[in-house]
């Protein structure tokens, strides 16, 4: 039978089984779009394949990467066995009382907790969507413009009105992807400061009971001494981001900034599509999830990353050297803490992906300059000193106070000892101004005046 001869209602019984389920099955997706070459198409059946096909990616795409992320998480079991709670709980009260010792910063509100990983992928999935959205819209939009070069003129009227469409798809693709990456990387976590930024509620300490093991494989020091130590180090980062009630914001700013500047590549997405073979799609997710499809770093980008990577050292410096004095009563406390440092540096296999998937890879590449210009504030000033850095944005010690604290230590020095504060060009500025200095008169000759401003 000759192509254009074809009964269109074989067509529509494809699109019937791509679309069973709710889910698209690849392999009737190819037969329909096969069966379309050359074939006289009942223009209803297109549209009603068009208006279901709208349906399906129409709906928020962040629900099926939430089930992703899931069913990974929770793939070893969900529950949290009665003994590891009660060890959490018992660790979590010591853990206050060291911390006391350690810090100013008063205690938490609300007592802290123990998470599966499928909690902890529920609770924390709010902020991972504010950070990826930008690069979802730009995959997004960019396969609708590679779409509108590829298709002839005649068709441009099509793809338009499959825009809302082919967005959604693109849309769709990626938070699948996203949700595999966030699974995966549930597995890794223990806690809620572990990946560097405030991912839960600003007050909220967890740990991720299931994870405990696999942070102290290869260490061979009991598991009560590890629980207690990330308790310690979680604790010490819920203290401050409930002190320093604007912190929170800050960092979630900071990456926003970074991510605004996130596009995608045209060129490669071109080319990626050139030569994808529909029945292989591992191509595809290669590309987006090893971030093939994002293009070098703007010098905006760079900026915004180095800001963020040393607003991050600052942070886990002061944690570092608070949860060193606070658990310098535990036997292998010392080897905990460079263990921490060093797999924070490393990163896993999960946070690797994650970064190329969103083009943000967060290292505290400064962590342990932070950390030895906190212990040297802390030595030259004391505890209640260092801490009050963190009651006002501008108090925080800047990317200088890293390189060399000697400013920073002198300046607390002189608070301490009730001196005025040494003023600068703007403290000067300001004063001559509420003096009612004329700024505008001050470069001018005095003969170059206007005749009422000159003085008699």
């Not at 210009?373 to 801490?387: F, I, K, L």
Request: glycine fraction near 8%; aromatic fraction near 4%.
């Amino acid at each position: 039978m000759a192509e254009d001869d074809r009964d269109p209602s074989d067509f529509e019984e494809m699109l019937r089984r791509m679309m069973s389920g709710g889910q698209v099955d690849p392999e009737a997706l190819r037969d329909a779009l096969s069966s379309m070459q050359g074939a006289s198409i009942d223009p209803a059946a297109m549209s009603g394949f068009m208006a279901q096909m709208q349906g399906m990616f129409s709906a928020d795409p962040w629900q099926n990467a939430e089930r992703q992320a899931l069913h990974l998480a929770n793939r070893d079991g969900q529950g949290i066995t009665a003994g590891a709670q009660s060890s959490l709980v018992d660790a979590f009260g010591l853990a206050n009382l060291w911390l006391s010792e350690a810090t100013t910063i008063s205690e938490l509100a609300s007592d802290p907790q123990a998470m599966t990983r499928g909690d902890w992928v529920q609770k924390t999935l709010p902020v991972w969507k504010e950070i990826a959205a930008p690069v979802s819209t730009s995959i997004a939009d960019a396969l609708m413009d590679a779409l509108q070069t590829q298709v002839p003129e005649e068709m441009q009227g099509m793809v338009q009105g499959a825009g809302d469409l082919m967005r959604g798809l693109g849309g769709s693709v990626f938070a699948a992807q996203f949700g595999q990456v966030l699974g995966r990387l549930s597995l890794e976590v223990v806690s809620g400061g572990d990946v560097g930024i405030p991912v839960l509620p600003a007050g909220t300490a967890t740990v991720i009971p299931q994870n405990i093991a696999a942070f102290g494989e290869g260490l061979e020091i009991p598991e009560d001494q590890i629980t207690l130590y990330l308790a310690v180090r979680e604790l010490a980062y819920a203290r401050l981001y409930r002190h320093a009630k604007w912190l929170h914001l800050h960092v979630l700013s900071q990456i926003t900034d970074f991510a605004r500047g996130v596009t995608v590549d045209i060129d490669a997405l071109e080319d990626l599509a050139s030569r994808l073979d529909p029945s292989d799609p591992a191509e595809l997710r290669a590309a987006i999830e090893g971030g093939a499809l994002l293009p070098a770093q703007t010098d905006a980008q760079r900026e915004a990353l180095t800001r963020l990577e040393n607003l991050i050292a600052t942070i886990d410096g002061w944690v570092d050297v608070v949860t060193t004095q606070a658990i310098a009563r535990l036997p292998d406390g010392a080897r905990l803490a460079e263990a921490a440092r060093r797999r924070r540096a490393v990163g896993g296999p999960a946070e690797d992906a994650l970064g190329a998937l969103v083009g943000l890879k967060l290292r505290p590449r400064r962590l342990r300059e932070a950390s030895a210009m906190w212990s040297a504030v802390t030595d030259a000033v004391g505890v209640a000193a260092r801490d009050s850095l963190w009651d006002y944005p501008d108090l925080m010690p800047q990317p200088a106070d890293i390189d060399d604290p000697t400013a920073l230590i002198e300046r607390l020095r002189a608070a301490q000892r009730g001196d005025a504060p040494a003023t600068d060009e703007f403290d000067e500025a300001l004063a001559r101004l509420l003096d009612g200095d004329d700024f505008g008169d001050t470069d001018r000759p005095e003969d170059d005046r206007p005749e009422g401003d000159r003085p008699v």
